[in-house]
Each structure stands twice: as C-alpha cells, then as structure tokens.
C-alpha cells in the first residue's frame, strides 16, 4: 500500500518540475523532463522491490540509510535540541547522542581518514524528507531523484551549451546508460553526488557566458557546499579539467594545456604533502584501498571480490595502479561476472561499451573539435582511475564510476559518425517530428 499513498507525490512533482525556470530553460520540451523523471522514479522504484523481494532483506544501503533517517526523525519528539544538534552537525559528540547513534547501521565510520562522513548527509536528507513524507520510502525516492535530475539537466545544459554537443547524444547519455540510470535513480549517494555535479558544470556554463554577474559564483559556491558533505573526490577528480577549461579559453591549445595542468596537479599531490599543512593525498587513498581490503577479507563471502595489489603511496607504484584501475573500472564487471540481478545491467553496459569503441575507428566524426573531448576525457580518466584502484568490490565500482558516465558516453559518442553509419545501412530516419516533441526551438 505505500506505493500506492506515494503516487499524489508523483504527480505533484512530474506537474510541477517542467514548470521550474532551471528546467523551463533547459531546451527539452516538458514531454521530454516529465518522462525523464518518470524513468527514473519508475527504476528508483524498481530498485526498492528488487531489494525487498528478490535479496535477503538489510542488503541494500537503501534501507539502512532510510533506518538510520528514522532514528534521527525520532529525536524531533523526544528532544528537538538533539535533533537540531545530529541534523547541523553542530556539537554533535555529545556522549548523550550515543543514545540515537548505536541504533543506527551507518553514522559512524571505523575509518574516516580525517575527511567528512558522507553516509550522514544521506541520513539526514531521508530525517528533514520525513517532515513530509509520512516515512513512505517512496515519497524519499522521488525527492531523491527530483536532486538527481536537476543534477543530470545540469550537465545536459553544460555539454550542448558550452561544448556544443549534439543534443540527442546528450540526451541519451544523461539518461540511458544502465547503470547511472539503475543506481543514479535509487535512495542512494549518487543522487546528491549528480546533483552536485550538475550545479557545479551549469556554474561553469553560467561564468563562461557572463563572468562578471554575481549568479555564477553563487552558484558554484552551493556546489561546493554540497561537494564538502557528500564525495569529496569527485569534486577532486574533475577539478584538473575545470582548470585546463579556464586556460585553455585563453591560449586555446587544448592537448597542452590540458598535458600541462594534469601532470602539474599530480606531481603537486606528492611534493606538497613535505610542507606539514597539507594533506598526503597519496597517502590517504593508499590507507583507503587497504582498510578496504582488510574489510572485505573479514567478510566470510564476497561474490564479487576483485583481486587487488595494496597500494602505496610510492610515485610509480600509483601511477601503475592507477592505469590499471581506470581498465577494470572500463572494462568490468563483463558479463561473465554477472551472477546477480544487480550486476547485469552493468555488464551490458560494458560490452556496448566495447562496442562503441570499436566502431571509432571506421567510423569516426572528423568534425568534432578536440578542443570540446577533453574536459570529459580528463574527468573520465581520474574518476575511472581512483575508483578501480581503490574498490574491491564489483558492486561498489559500479556505483563509484557514475559521476563520469554522462561525459564518458557524450564524448564517446560525439566522436563516431553517426550519419556514416546510417548511411552505410541505407537508414534515412526522418526525425524532424521526435526532436519537435523532444526538444524546444532553443536552449539558455
């Protein structure tokens, strides 16, 4: 029954969400926004049942987060200083919380390694939503994905605005890959993380258009905001191809300037850390990936266990490591790994993956300026690099490498020519009505 008493929740927002100025201006008709958000509100859905009836039940992060969130909701009617206190973070340690903190599953981390823990942004996301949400887990998956969309428009505005992409390639690549779409619709990180992103790349679109307005900075700042309670290090990874983008607008020589900034940035992260102020980074994701090891070598069975050499934070041992961790976060979990449910949408993706990169070579666009390929190279290849080196788990690679997916396929996609191709079939598809009803005359 409590699907059914979230349904005016849908509708309340599928009637609403078009008529929002960010998505109003999007280029996409409100046809094209409202079935977007009921694609994913629909899989976020799905995700829910998978998880309730087809595995064991706890399994899903989903749930503990919801549980966790409950926890917290309660202390609004036993003590409201309390709830205030866990909800803002604000003298949060207080020996009396512990009270609410042993009932829940994810509040605290064994290993925090000095940086902020992310799973309480998505408890306390799920404890202000019971405000209004009657504690219907579903209500919480629309709210979820309401976040999550905004994020991906985001990202769709920056690609056909700033770099001029191909809006149908944008389109799909924002909402049909299977696993952005799978756990990118769920009650999950993800969804903050997209969000984040969105805002973060349409800041950059609004400062390219008008550096001087004050809207831009704004605009970045809450991106920042969000980044600094959720995963800190996808702001860190697509940090170098935002840098390389400001220069490069100036000197417009792409390859060097992006060559140039990277190899700067990452030899940075291994001399800085001599000065006592910052950070070892190396270090860090090092300590990371082997109390991540350790973790799933207590566990009595991992069925998709990814045998991994332990990191160091020696120079040519992680930049090693790094390659090879952006090939398995490429190129894994395939389809003979795809023993559940969850994982098979992945392996899909994966070989359509291989696909598309085989046909660039016979069938590539010579149009597509490389100035607009690599921003998303860049972000692709660091984001694809840490999670594989750091992840042990098929399942949670999974998840790690979907912040990078809409750039990934957007600029895998622009670089084949897909005019060649249909013509090489005989195909002549008269699209003039679909992209009426999909998208609008113009774009801001």
């Not at 109003?24 to 049942?49: D, E, Q, V, Y």
């Not at 399994?59 to 206190?85: C, E, M, Q, T």
């Not at 997916?405 to 002549?428: E, H, S, V």
């Amino acid at each position: 029954m409590e699907i059914i008493y979230s349904l005016p929740y849908l509708a309340l927002i599928i009637w609403l969400l078009p008529k929002v100025p960010f998505f109003k201006n999007s280029g996409l008709t409100p046809f094209t926004i409202r079935i977007l958000f009921s694609l994913k509100a629909i899989t976020g859905i799905g995700l829910i049942l998978i998880y309730t009836y087809y595995y064991p039940t706890g399994s899903s992060d989903i749930f503990n987060y919801f549980k966790d969130g409950k926890v917290l909701h309660s202390a609004l009617a036993h003590s409201p200083s309390d709830y205030f206190r866990m909800l803002l973070g604000i003298n949060d340690q207080s020996p009396h919380l512990m009270y609410y903190y042993d009932q829940m599953s994810f509040w605290l981390k064994e290993f925090n390694y000095d940086m902020f823990n992310d799973n309480r942004t998505v408890i306390r996301f799920n404890a202000i939503v019971m405000l209004f949400s009657f504690k219907n887990i579903f209500v919480h998956t629309y709210i979820m994905n309401v976040l999550a969309i905004t994020g991906l428009i985001g990202i769709y505005r920056f690609l056909t605005s700033t770099f001029k992409f191909n809006r149908v390639i944008v389109l799909i690549s924002i909402a049909l890959p299977p696993s952005l779409l799978f756990w990118g619709s769920g009650l999950l990180k993800e969804g903050i993380v997209l969000f984040a992103l969105g805002i973060l790349v349409f800041g950059l679109t609004q400062l390219s258009n008008n550096s001087k307005s004050i809207r831009p900075y704004i605009t970045l700042s809450f991106a920042l905001l969000i980044f600094s309670v959720s995963k800190f290090y996808v702001l860190l990874a697509i940090s170098p191809a935002m840098i390389s983008f400001f220069i490069n607008k100036k000197v417009q020589k792409p390859l060097l300037i992006y060559s140039i900034v990277h190899l700067i940035l990452y030899g940075s992260i291994f001399l800085l850390p001599i000065i006592d102020a910052f950070p070892n980074i190396p270090q860090i994701i090092a300590n990371k990936q082997n109390d991540f090891i350790n973790f799933v070598h207590s566990l009595s069975h991992v069925g998709s266990y990814i045998e991994t050499p332990r990191l160091t934070s020696n120079i040519l041992d992680f930049t090693w490591q790094g390659i090879r961790g952006f090939f398995v976060t490429l190129f894994r979990p395939h389809i003979f790994e795809a023993h559940n449910f969850a994982a098979l949408p992945a392996a899909m993706e994966n070989m359509l993956t291989i696909g598309l990169i085989a046909i660039i070579p016979f069938f590539r666009n010579k149009q597509i300026k490389t100035t607009y390929l690599f921003f998303g190279i860049a972000f692709t290849i660091i984001l694809f690099a840490l999670a594989g080196m750091t992840t042990t788990v098929l399942g949670a690679l999974v998840r790690y490498k979907i912040p990078a997916q809409p750039f990934f396929y957007a600029t895998l996609l622009m670089c084949i020519n897909w005019n060649a191709i249909l013509d090489k079939i005989g195909y002549k598809p008269n699209l003039t009505k679909i992209q009426a009803a999909v998208f609008t005359t113009s774009s801001s």
